[in-house]
């Protein structure tokens, strides 16, 4: 008897990754049905009569210790599977051999809503009640599947396991393979009497309402996840999560930046030269803003923690408010003549205006450096 080791062409502490791996490389070369060679068939057995040994662990200590070896009597012995065959030339045969019937039940679809907000409802939180279009579990069966009072039957096609088996040719000769049951679909069981109102599904489409809660300080964009409100699978299989998409409308008053609100205000050209408190109805009330003396327009006054609601941390952004000097139109006769007496008294009855430097970006300012300007 030849040494099952030299057969392989391994050593005798081969691991098993190496023992299928020499197997599968002798395999592939000696099968009668891949070479001409009329040796081939000989060897073919000695090295499948080898793999056998070797590739179980109680056959190959038992060849270790010089004793008999169950089933090794040449070819395809007992305990040699199809499997090990395909697992030389595929890398994996008889891969779902075994596995048993797929379930019906499975986990259902995550489901994404958009929801309209305020700023208000954005910047500070609050609750929404909506109404969800999803499945549900079916309230005729409760996701059996079936017409009350019925219920699955067996498979007669593949008496439950959820595949057959079947002879097709190949390079080997004839093969079994192994398909899903195109009777029960590979479910093991078929429905003698499916439900009339979700047609065997175990859930059917219908529209719930849903209260959900706004957190504080949402922006457009923002994702909340509501655990288990999405889809129920099908027969009744667990519901997959709710994702609720926040789009925040615009305001007609305050713009946001992050967590801070941003508004213009508008200022009478004497408030903003002699200052003045002036008030501002914000989202949440109405604040103060104080106008310095001499103010101009397009400065900004700055309200701590009058902005939004920080989303994950403690805290608000600010309120920019950004002052617009106004000018007055249609004066009567005295508010002009008080006018001019101040223009008088400010040297300013024919003032010389005086140039501002225009605004220059950063690629013009590059451009007149290189050029020497």
């Known amino acids: 008897m030849s040494d099952y080791y030299d057969?392989?062409?391994v050593s005798r502490d081969a691991s098993a990754e190496d023992i299928k791996r020499a197997y599968r490389k002798l395999a592939r070369k000696l099968h009668p049905d891949v070479t001409d060679d009329p040796e081939a068939g000989d060897r073919f057995k000695e090295v499948s009569q080898a793999y056998e040994t070797l590739s179980n662990p109680d056959k190959r200590a038992a060849y270790d210790r010089g004793g008999s070896v169950p089933g090794a009597a040449g070819?395809?012995?007992?305990?040699?599977?199809?499997?090990?065959?395909?697992?030389?030339?595929?890398?994996?045969?008889?891969?779902?051999?075994?596995?048993?019937?797929a379930?019906?039940?499975?986990?259902?679809?995550d489901a994404l809503i958009r929801v309209d907000v305020d700023l208000a409802e954005a910047a500070f939180g609050g609750e929404r009640s909506i109404q969800v279009d999803t499945a549900v579990l079916c309230p005729t069966c409760k996701g059996t599947c079936c017409q009350p009072g019925t219920s699955p039957e067996t498979c007669d096609i593949c008496h439950g396991q959820g595949s057959v088996q079947r002879v097709v040719r190949s390079l080997l000769g004839q093969v079994m393979t192994t398909a899903p049951c195109p009777t029960c679909h590979g479910f093991g069981t078929v429905l003698p009497s499916p439900c009339l109102e979700c047609s065997g599904e175990g859930r059917v489409r219908a529209r719930r309402p849903l209260t959900i809660r706004i957190p504080a300080g949402v922006d457009t964009g923002t994702r909340i996840q509501l655990a288990s409100q999405g889809e129920v699978g099908p027969a009744g299989g667990p519901p997959g999560d709710l994702y609720v998409e926040i789009h925040e409308r615009p305001h007609p008053?305050?713009?946001?930046?992050?967590?801070?609100l941003l508004c213009t205000l508008q200022v009478p050209m004497t408030a903003a030269a002699l200052g003045a408190t002036i008030p501002l109805e914000t989202l949440d009330g109405e604040v103060d803003v104080d106008v310095r003396p001499g103010a101009q327009a397009g400065e900004t006054v700055t309200l701590k923690q009058r902005g939004a609601e920080h989303l994950r941390a403690q805290g608000r952004g600010d309120l920019l408010v950004t002052l617009e000097v106004t000018t007055p139109r249609d004066l009567d006769d005295e508010q002009e003549e008080l006018l001019r007496r101040l223009a008088e008294l400010r040297g300013e009855v024919r003032p010389a205006g005086k140039l501002s430097p225009a605004h220059q970006g950063v690629f013009s300012k590059l451009r007149d450096r290189f050029s020497g300007r």
């Open 103 to 109: 379930s019906r039940t499975q986990r259902g679809q």
């Open 75 to 101: 070819g395809f012995g007992a305990g040699f599977g199809f499997s090990d065959i395909m697992d030389a030339f595929f890398g994996q045969g008889g891969a779902g051999r075994g596995a048993g019937p």
């Open 7 to 9: 057969v392989l062409g």
């Open 253 to 260: 008053v305050f713009h946001r930046s992050g967590d801070d």
